[in-house]
DNA sequence: AAGTGTTCTATAGCATGTTATATAACGTTG
DNA sequence: CAACGTTATATAACATGCTATAGAACACTT
């Protein structure tokens, strides 16, 4: 039986364990969106979601919003234009700020997603963390072993049984 | 004042919120270990930990151990193979396993490490998660806050006063 | 108004994670 | 024992995160 040493690490390995459970979350949830047919991946809807809370915004505000880096931020939202669903735009007062606002898309995505995919990814991770109590690190092991005893796509099914479950 | 929209967003955007912050807390620890000279890669870290734990392994056992996919430990390992750390060499009986080991210098950090520098992890790390209580949002909240306010490595000097702080 | 420092974004390059697939060795089976 | 399926590792291509730095625009200061 191989065990698994960044569990069994405990404290000193607790970056790579909350990365680790991060990356798999975040690859249960984009299941969900591919599911409900929104085309996006998961990370790039936290940009949308800020823009979509601060109104149009700097890349720069859009990084610290998001809590990443201003690269990080850069390349992300290039991608978002050029999928269509932002336009970015040099501000007209100040030519090096670069203003971003949702395009049409980007609205209906963004509305769509509230209405529809948003609340049942919010209460399948709200059933995943449920049982989570206590110290952290059993609240992460409570959330690993969740996760792999009943995907979150299955706890969205469950909230939700009227959407049909592939397409 | 932009908000914190990953934060704000609470069970929705949990696995983005947990990666970043085991993102964070890596390159935290990652100050540790090059404070006290031991230079490999807070996330190559698991690997030789796993095989010190283990003793010699094969690369499909090492990825499980670490959680991560067979392609990342073939590439982790490799690297650390390059740095002299591990002796990757094929297996006598199977000729498609390799056996991964610990080298002599892999040897050397992987004991200076669990002498001098894992114990200061594990203790600021402690620190750092002892008051976070409650539901895991709140606990996530009290992580990054306190490291915001007292970064890891000052956490390890209170830990372990004797060592020096820069070389 | 020219020069200098600051601010904002873009680019380059690296680290590390993934999935899909190729390749080689093993094992089984007709 | 040849053929075929399985297993173990390697490679390719992509996704995202970072730091360091370049480049352009702004804002002072003299």
Chains 1, 2 share one sequence.
């Not at 680790?20 to 984009?30: K, P």
């Not at 390349?75 to 234009?81: K, N, Y």
């Not at 963004?110 to 109590?133: F, S, T």
Request: aromatic residues 2%; charged residues 25%; positive net charge.
């Amino acid at each position: 039986m191989i065990p698994d040493v960044v569990r069994d690490l405990g404290h000193l390995t607790l970056g790579s364990r909350l990365k680790r459970l991060g990356e798999r979350l975040q690859a249960h949830t984009q299941q969900i969106l591919d599911a409900c047919g929104l085309e996006i991946q998961a990370a790039q809807f936290t940009y949308l979601a800020a823009i979509d809370r601060m109104g149009p915004s700097t890349i720069g505000e859009l990084a610290e919003a998001v809590g990443a880096s201003q690269p990080g931020a850069t390349r992300t939202l290039a991608q978002l234009a050029d999928a269509g669903l932002v336009d970015i735009r040099t501000a007209s007062e100040d030519q090096r700020r670069r203003t971003v606002v949702l395009a049409k898309r980007g609205r209906e995505l963004v509305e769509a997603g509230k209405r529809d995919v948003w609340p049942v990814i919010e209460a399948a991770v709200r059933d995943l963390c449920a049982p989570a109590k206590g110290p952290l690190l059993a609240q992460l092991t409570a959330l690993e072993d969740g996760l792999v005893a009943v995907p979150l796509r299955d706890r969205a099914a469950a909230v939700k049984p009227a959407r049909k479950a592939a397409r």
